[in-house]
């Protein structure tokens, strides 16, 4: 994410309003995917409420909803994906709500969250649940995928704004700079400063919808 889509995108609520039909989608991660969502949704009919990480709520038109083939047949080429599947929805919104812990939420806020209780309480479902099924359906937990998340945010912090190691750590909610350093380091085989020391054209960084 580029410092251009660095705008907040929030998840949608849990139910979508009154006479709005829920499109779960994957991909929808920065403004700009919102952006896209929103004017290619719009182009097949759709009046767009909102859209947001995981999705997009609209209002069919009089005829009725544009088919899912079809709606698949438009999104999908430009990256994004309708889920049928109501187990990888909720997977999806674990993600996005991930998404928003990591790359939307104050510093400040990091040492009062707990993660399991918080995924748990937006989603109304049990944690070891949500837990067994993202396991199952991503190959990983949900604790590592938060972290290599938070990774990925480390990588972006470093790139654009040149912060400190410990104002990283501050601002992800690290207990100390040592600990994200561990962390940062078992998943790209090298520290935060040396990344910070490589030349800006070797900085890889993944795409949020590709961090698995």
């Known amino acids: 994410m580029s410092p251009a889509d660095s705008a907040v995108v929030t998840t ?3 139910v979508p309003p009154v006479g709005a039909t829920r499109l779960p989608l994957r991909g929808v991660v920065c403004p700009r995917c919102a952006r896209v969502v929103r004017e290619e949704l719009e182009q097949q009919g759709l009046t767009v409420l909102q859209v947001g990480l995981g999705g997009a709520d609209v209002v069919p038109p009089v005829q009725g909803m544009p088919d899912a083939q079809l709606l698949q047949a438009v ?3 430009i990256g994004f994906d ?4 109501p187990r990888d929805q909720v997977v999806e919104q674990i993600k996005a709500l991930v998404l928003e812990l990591v790359h939307y939420t104050p510093a400040e806020q990091w040492p009062l969250l707990n993660t399991s209780v918080y995924l748990s309480e937006r989603l109304g479902r049990d944690y070891s649940y949500l837990s067994h099924l993202f396991s199952t359906r991503q190959g990983l ?18 790139s654009y704004q040149d912060d400190s190691v410990a104002e990283v750590a501050r601002q992800l909610g690290y207990r100390s700079p040592a600990h994200l350093t561990n962390q ?11 990344f910070q020391r490589l ?8 795409g949020l919808q590709q961090v698995s």
């Open 12 to 14: 949608l609520p849990l």
């Open 75 to 77: 999104l999908g080429p």
């Open 184 to 194: 940062f380091k078992q998943v790209t085989g090298m520290t935060p400063t040396e």
């Open 82 to 85: 309708l889920l049928e599947d």
């Open 141 to 158: 937990t949900i604790e590592k995928y938060l972290i290599r998340q938070k990774v990925e945010r480390a990588k972006e912090l470093l």
């Open 199 to 206: 030349d800006p054209g070797h900085r890889h960084r993944s």
